[in-house]
């Protein structure tokens, strides 16, 4: 037997991301995150959740190791004193979102333990 599931919404998406529609779109444009599917010629489109989170956690996994080697990588002689934002290297729409989550999930796995 299969079992139900609620498909996410291109709204969901965005407040489990903590973006903006337009940020979300640019998102999926750029092909930072998988694109929804519409059922059956509907307008609305969806993610199915397995995907949607499957990606979602293989990008916060990914982003919190590059995290790690950048902090090991920030300390010049000063290791109380992280990297600052004028020299960190630029990054896209999609790398800060994910650098946000990965940042938030940190934050409530540490007050979870």
Same mark, same amino acid.
Not at 4 to 19: H, M, N, Q
Not at 27 to 32: D, E, P, V
Not at 83 to 94: E, N, T, V
């Given at each position: 037997? *299969?079992?139900?599931?609620?498909?996410?919404?291109?709204?969901?998406?965005?407040? *489990?991301l903590s973006v903006s529609l337009s940020?979300?779109?640019?998102?999926?444009?750029?092909? +930072?995150?998988?694109?929804?599917?519409?059922?059956?010629?509907? #307008?609305?489109k969806y993610w199915h959740p397995e995907?949607?989170? =499957?990606?979602?956690?293989?990008?916060? #996994?990914?982003? @919190?190791?590059?995290? =790690?080697?950048?902090?090991? @990588?920030?300390?010049?002689?000063?290791?109380?004193?992280?990297?600052?934002?004028?020299? +960190?290297?630029?990054? =896209?729409?999609?790398?800060?979102?994910?650098?946000?989550?990965? +940042?938030? *999930? =940190?934050?409530?796995?540490?007050?979870?333990?």
């Amino acid at each position: 037997m *299969i079992s139900p599931f609620k498909p996410i919404t291109r709204e969901e998406a965005a407040e *489990i991301l903590s973006v903006s529609l337009s940020t979300l779109d640019n998102m999926i444009a750029s092909r +930072a995150m998988p694109a929804p599917v519409s059922l059956n010629g509907s #307008r609305r489109k969806y993610w199915h959740p397995e995907l949607f989170y =499957g990606w979602l956690d293989r990008e916060l #996994r990914q982003d @919190a190791s590059k995290t =790690g080697e950048l902090q090991e @990588a920030s300390f010049r002689g000063n290791p109380s004193k992280p990297l600052g934002r004028k020299s +960190a290297p630029a990054m =896209g729409i999609a790398e800060r979102a994910r650098a946000r989550n990965a +940042a938030r *999930i =940190g934050k409530l796995n540490e007050e979870g333990a």
